[in-house]
């Protein structure tokens, strides 16, 4: 099976413009998540779909939203860029979405913001 | 509030020699455990897990790792270090007392030297 997918891989954008980030899940998947990776902050969780539905959050503002379509395939996007939403944003997906289930995650795009 | 804590953001180990990288998770209600792995430039790879059962989890590359409830620890080892070890290694918790998201220690960097 191929894995999760995530285009573009690399993105360089200015601050106030705003940013659309794709992620395939592996086939069959119903379940995806994203998550943003920085040096100061660590990996952080934004959120959650399943079967079309937002199921989880995580802390971040409202200019971070996201989207699933009915091929699980999902999308995040980011509003007004801040120079501190510079980061490697990981997209995963799980098969059932349940808690203990495992989230398999893609190579990641990093987004620079100048 | 709940965390997850990995002691030492680096570590350094020769090569042959035991690898032991701590995890150590704060709710009164065991969380569903899980390390991950990320090499430069890539995604996150599961190494392995534990939802229920046997206590001591064997993942891949040599590694495992043994929940402590008593300790609310979840260290991961390796019996010999081997160069290609080298990376970011992250514990992860999931569980209600977390809101249900995967939520991420700060990682420990390994260095292995020869």
């Known amino acids: 099976k191929a894995g999760v997918t995530q285009t573009p891989r690399y993105l360089i954008k200015t601050r106030g413009q705003q940013v659309t980030l794709s992620c395939s899940p592996i086939s069959g998947h119903r379940s995806v998540s994203w998550y943003q990776q920085t040096p100061g902050q660590g990996l952080q969780f934004l959120f959650e779909y399943f079967s079309e539905t937002q199921r989880n959050k995580g802390n971040f503002p409202g200019r971070f939203s996201g989207r699933q379509f009915s091929n699980s395939r999902s999308e995040m996007n980011v509003s007004t860029l801040e120079l501190g939403d510079s980061a490697l944003y990981l997209c995963?997906?799980?098969?059932?979405?349940?808690?203990?289930?495992?989230?398999?995650f893609g190579p990641g795009t990093r987004l620079t913001v100048l | 509030a709940q965390s997850v804590t990995q002691l030492g953001s680096h570590v350094s180990v020769s090569e042959g020699a035991l690898v032991l990288l701590r995890c150590n998770y704060s709710?009164?209600?065991?969380?569903?455990l899980f390390w991950y792995v990320q090499y430069p430039n890539q995604g996150l790879q599961l190494l392995l897990k534990?939802?229920?059962?046997?206590?001591l989890v064997k993942g891949i590359n040599g590694f495992e790792a043994e929940f402590k409830k008593s300790e609310t620890s979840f260290h991961l080892t390796k019996p010999s270090a081997h160069m290609s070890d080298a990376a970011e290694y992250f514990c992860?918790?999931?569980?209600?007392?977390?809101?249900?998201?995967?939520?991420f220690g700060a990682g420990t960097i390994l260095r292995v030297k020869s």
């Open positions: 709710s009164s209600v065991p969380p569903y």
């Open positions: 995963a997906s799980s098969g059932t979405g349940t808690i203990s289930d495992t989230q398999y």
């Open positions: 992860a918790v999931r569980g209600p007392a977390f809101g249900n998201k995967l939520v």
């Open positions: 534990y939802t229920t059962g046997a206590t």
